[in-house]
């Protein structure tokens, strides 16, 4: 497993903007495909954003599509996801997850290693 520490998280206005970062360590980072996740209360996590190991394949969920850019910085073993345009149903814990196999992250089940969570609030 990697240990993941998400940051970056806050309040923010609708339409505003924000940079989330998922610092890992403790296994080879370049080894892992890394997700973005999020879970409103109430409701179920969903996967938010992808990028594979490389940086070759991305997956954006309808909802992220055109406001969301994953990225990640492997010299630095962090992924971040930039948000921009922010909504209100934005408002959600985001979690960083990792794991060796990039269709398994698409699943969202039985990742590898999460972090612990950082909160994003959007005011209307």
């Known amino acids: 497993q990697v240990h993941l520490v998400e940051s970056g998280g806050g309040l923010v206005q609708a339409g505003g903007s924000l940079r989330l970062s998922c610092a890992a360590s403790g296994r080879t980072f370049n080894n892992y495909a890394m997700g973005w996740f999020r879970q409103a209360p109430g409701k179920e996590r969903q996967l938010v954003a992808a990028?594979?190991?490389?940086?070759?394949?991305?997956y954006y969920s309808d909802s992220a599509k055109e406001r969301f850019t994953i990225s990640r910085d492997n010299a630095e073993n962090t992924v971040y996801l930039e948000m921009y345009s922010l909504l209100p149903e934005d408002t959600s814990v985001y979690y960083c997850?990792?794991?060796?196999?990039?269709?398994?992250?698409?699943?969202?089940?039985?990742?590898?290693?999460w972090g612990e969570g950082t909160l994003v609030t959007v005011s209307s």
């Open positions: 990028i594979s190991w490389g940086s070759t394949t991305r």
């Open positions: 997850a990792a794991d060796p196999s990039f269709s398994a992250l698409r699943r969202g089940n039985g990742l590898d290693s």
